[in-house]
């Protein structure tokens, strides 16, 4: 599941208060299944939703659900948009939440037989769609109430998708 650790480390790279207790962040698999072909080939993908659980969570949900779109957008591009996340909220007081999303993921495993040496070599691919109308290295969220007019606040702010994650 190297998607889901890779969304999981950009969440807390980009949500601050993730940043100072990254275990406040809960990871689950739910609903997950291998597809691949019969017979020798063992090349396969993986497809399963990630539930992904946010504790005692205190500040705007736009330094959650932006990040995460981020990061969808450049590995996950082709979800259809009503499908690709969900989300539930349990209110603890007037201040807190527990708020768990779900977001579907799918993993590609190429592995090919080497029948000379007896080895099966496997490589997990996590493309990554280029946004070359907007290529910062570095973003940050401002969010400003609308009804109250007044300056942006600065809310979160993250490293854009890099390769290899």
Same mark, same amino acid.
């Given at each position: ?8 480390? =950009? +969440? ?7 940043? =100072? ?20 080939? +063992?090349? =396969? ?16 949900? @736009? ?5 995460? +779109? ?43 037989? @080497? ?8 490589? =997990? ?16 969220? +401002?969010?400003?109430?609308a009804d109250a007019g007044g300056d942006y606040t600065l809310i979160a702010e993250w @490293?854009?998708?890099? @390769?290899?994650?």
């Amino acid at each position: 599941m190297r998607k889901l650790n890779a969304l999981r480390q =950009h +969440l807390i790279d980009a949500v601050p208060a993730l940043q =100072h207790d990254p275990g406040r962040l809960l990871t689950f698999v739910e609903d997950g299944s291998i597809e691949f072909a019969r017979g020798g080939n +063992l090349s =396969h993908g993986y497809s399963y939703t990630a539930q992904l659980v946010l504790t005692d969570y205190a500040d705007a949900i @736009d330094a959650i659900m932006i990040p995460l +779109l981020d990061w969808l957008a450049a590995y996950q591009p082709d979800l259809p948009h009503e499908q690709a996340v969900s989300f539930e909220a349990e209110i603890l007081s007037n201040s807190a939440v527990d708020v768990a999303l779900r977001v579907q993921l799918s993993e590609r495993v190429v592995a090919r037989r @080497d029948c000379a040496t007896g080895q099966i070599l496997a490589e =997990h691919r996590m493309p990554r769609l280029d946004t070359e109308e907007c290529p910062a290295e570095r973003w940050q969220l +401002l969010l400003r109430d609308a009804d109250a007019g007044g300056d942006y606040t600065l809310i979160a702010e993250w @490293d854009g998708p890099r @390769d290899g994650l």
